[in-house]
């Protein structure tokens, strides 16, 4: 059965976290454009008004955010400063899975990991919503709060992703690392370099797309065996009307096309994130 969003009146019990992951994942179709969610966010605003229920403030964005989930003007930099900065072409694909679904693109050497992931969440269709982290080993380079909140157990260690840059993370050409985005669906990546030049005397350093394949898992599927499931379902000639609604929740109905990279969209993406680091402070 699909998961649906639980307008539950405030007098009883609500599932805080899915409830405020799936409200914004309405918001960002309506921002798209799609139809259906603008139909979806109506029922479910008059369902706000009927019962007199009020958003809670977490469920407001956070002020240190744009509206694509990149940094802010007060966020954390971009860049760290080193000595000897290089473009890094990086090439990241979903495990799991014999699917195709990977990316290929250009970042400065000395972008931070904390906006590294965030790169790589729009390169890959990732809409911000959880947790990310690297992982090299027995090092893991995280948010400074998992590291206040980590119990420290064996011989792994965690460093701050924000005071890390891609050229502490990727120190050898072609060995991989895992970059893991949602700890609850655990999608799990690869993700290496394949290549580096010297920038010339007078280029900006800039982040850009080159090429990718396959179109991105929803989010809050039940990571990536119940993307599967939910690409079975989508063969099956005669659905219930539970199963419709399910592919719809989820944005997988006729429409969706697994095989497709929208390139023009992710390459917009990087060049955000170019003006966003030659502006950067």
């Given at each position: 059965?699909?998961?649906?969003?639980?307008?539950?009146?405030?007098?009883?019990?609500?599932?805080?976290?899915?409830?405020?992951?799936?409200?914004?994942?309405?918001?960002?179709?309506?921002?798209d454009g799609d139809e259906k969610a603008r139909e979806q966010l109506r029922s479910a605003l008059d369902y706000f008004d009927k019962y007199g229920y009020h958003l809670p403030s977490e469920m407001m964005p956070d002020p240190a955010m744009d509206d694509d989930g990149q940094f802010g003007d007060e966020g954390t930099p971009l860049t760290l400063p080193r000595p000897y900065v290089r473009e890094l072409h990086l090439r990241i694909k979903l495990n799991h899975t014999d699917l195709k679904i990977w990316r290929e693109i250009k970042v400065p050497s000395n972008l931070t990991l904390t906006a590294l992931g965030e790169v790589l969440q729009d390169a890959m269709g990732w809409m911000h919503e959880h947790l990310y982290q690297f992982?090299?080993?027995?090092?893991?380079?995280?948010?400074?709060?998992?590291?206040?909140?980590?119990?420290?157990?064996?011989?792994?260690?965690?460093?701050?992703?924000?005071?890390?840059?891609?050229?502490?993370?990727?120190?050898?050409?072609?060995?991989?690392?895992i970059f893991e985005y949602d700890f609850?669906?655990?999608?799990?990546?690869?993700?290496?370099?394949?290549?580096?030049?010297?920038?010339?005397?007078?280029?900006?350093?800039?982040?850009?797309?080159?090429?990718?394949?396959?179109?991105?898992?929803?989010e809050d599927c039940g990571g990536i065996w119940g993307y599967l499931e939910l690409l079975q379902l989508r063969q099956k000639k005669n659905l219930t009307k539970d199963e419709r609604e399910q592919l719809e929740w989820y944005f997988m109905n006729e429409d969706y096309d697994p095989e497709e990279c929208d390139a023009e969209e992710i390459s917009d993406f990087m060049q955000d994130w170019s003006f966003q680091l030659q502006n950067d402070d």
């Open positions: 059965m699909a998961k649906k969003i639980d307008f539950t009146p405030h007098h009883q019990a609500l599932p805080a976290d899915d409830m405020i992951t799936d409200f914004f994942k309405i918001l960002r179709a309506v921002v992982r090299r080993g027995d090092v893991y380079f995280v948010d400074n709060e998992q590291i206040e909140d980590s119990l420290g157990f064996g011989r792994i260690q965690y460093l701050d992703m924000a005071q890390c840059t891609v050229d502490d993370l990727l120190t050898e050409k072609g060995k991989r690392v609850g669906d655990s999608w799990e990546h690869d993700l290496w370099y394949k290549g580096e030049r010297e920038y010339h005397p007078e280029e900006e350093p800039s982040i850009s797309f080159v090429k990718g394949q396959g179109a991105c898992p929803p």
